[in-house]
């Protein structure tokens, strides 16, 4: 029997078994939710003055956030709590309305709105696909860049930025990227910050989604503050940085935020007070409510987490391990924090490994989707997403990944 036709009769024993799993987004498990269900119970009628003298029901009370939880949030991103504003849900809004204003305003310093100079935007590849798809939807052309274990391509970044006024920033996630779990190293924290830029009013898009989502508590990834950076560097109002708890508290509930030089906030808050007299102060109190009856606080709840996500990393690398390694079949990632595994086939066969998957019941994020236009020229890149199943559904879905691989290589 030829090797690829045992590879076929093995591929037909899994579609009898009819599966049904998916691994195609980024999404906490019920489990991780659970930790934090004591937030329904946080605040009460009895309890709606903040100790900064708030009315949470009202109006008033700044539409950069309540003073408690700017100072909780400001601890993720490694800011003051003045640096501080905070939004809805979802760090992807207040991006949005970031990059919005900049296109019909300018960020504080610019010369004139960025629309009128045909932006574009330096963006990670392979990277997060909700990046490309907001900044595409908003006109931005994107210039892709590599990512590597030491964060962007800085030989890259830095000659694209020199030379192109056109190139307004970079956007990118710097620590545990999606997918491929890498972080920016202090020293390209200080490049970027200092490098000569064509546009004066180049900005850094940091997305720290993942800033606390370490694997290990003791083992913790925490480059260089980009604020603090661009500060020592002179340019103190080029790095911008995002997060949000949509996979510390809920993906529905959470708080979007951003951190930043003060004169920005100061600019920003008064484009945003246009859109909206103030944020959801009650989930924002909620919040702090809820994180100091957490010991440890957020870090007490990140390390909960991980007790739960980290084997499911565990089993993703057994298995990979045990059917692909020394094969020269394909290469992965090994993140210590972060929600996603990049895998890299050595053949141009992801998207049929992806196709081979969806017959045996396992769905996998689109090939090319970690690319622009949802298109890899290498046709190599899979991300994987192992947080939101169980365990032993992560293994079976691996066991259908390697198995793939091994066919669509052997049909290549």
């Known amino acids: 029997m030829s090797d690829i036709q045992e590879l076929k009769d093995q591929f037909d024993g899994y579609k009898a078994l009819n599966l049904n799993l998916a691994m195609t987004r980024g999404q906490p498990a019920d489990s991780n939710f659970d930790l934090s269900n004591d937030m329904f119970t946080m605040v009460t009628g009895e309890d709606t003055v903040t100790p900064s003298g708030i009315e949470i ?186 997060g949000s708890t949509s996979k510390v508290t809920f993906a529905s509930g959470g708080i979007g935020f951003m951190g930043t030089s003060v004169d920005n906030i100061a600019y920003f808050s008064k484009l945003f007070n246009l859109t909206t007299i103030g944020p959801n102060k009650v989930e924002q109190y909620r919040h702090v409510r809820f994180f100091q009856t957490i010991d440890g606080g957020i870090d007490g709840l990140m390390a909960q987490h991980a007790e739960i996500i980290k084997p499911k990393f565990d089993v993703v690398h057994k298995v990979l391990d045990a059917h692909l390694a020394g094969t020269g079949l394909a290469t992965w990632s090994r993140p210590k924090g972060g929600y996603f595994i990049s895998l890299d086939t050595a053949k141009p066969v992801a998207s049929r490994v992806v196709e081979l998957a969806k017959e045996l019941g396992v769905a996998l994020t689109p090939a090319g989707a970690t690319y622009p236009g949802g298109v890899d020229p290498s046709n190599k890149n899979i991300r994987l997403a192992p947080t939101r199943p169980p365990v032993e559904e992560v293994e079976k879905a691996m066991e259908v990944v390697a198995l793939c691989i091994k066919l669509a290589s052997a049909e290549a």
């Not at 960020?107 to 045909?118: A, E, H, K, L, T």
């Not at 006109?139 to 000659?159: A, S, W």
């Open 57 to 242: 029901r009202n109006y008033p009370g700044g539409v950069a956030g309540l003073p408690e939880a700017r100072e909780l949030f400001g601890e993720m991103l490694g800011v003051k709590p003045e640096e501080m504003l905070l939004g809805t849900n979802a760090s992807l809004m207040v991006m949005n309305q970031v990059l919005t204003w900049a296109l019909l305003k300018g960020v504080n310093g610019s010369p004139r709105p960025w629309i009128q100079d045909n932006p574009k935007l330096m963006v990670t590849v392979p990277g997060y696909d909700r990046h490309f798809k907001l900044a595409q939807g908003l006109g931005f052309e994107l210039v892709p860049v590599d990512m590597t274990p030491e964060g962007p391509d800085m030989e890259q970044v830095e000659k694209l930025a020199a030379e192109d006024a056109s190139i307004k920033g970079i956007y990118f996630v710097p620590v545990y990227s999606n997918p491929t779990g890498d972080s920016i190293s202090d020293e390209n924290v200080r490049r970027m910050v200092s490098m000569k830029t064509a546009a004066p009013d180049f900005t850094i898009l940091a997305d720290n989604a993942y800033a606390v989502h370490h694997l290990d508590p003791n083992d913790k990834t925490v480059p260089l503050n980009f604020v603090r950076a661009a500060e020592e560097a002179g340019n103190p109002n080029r790095a911008i940085l995002f």
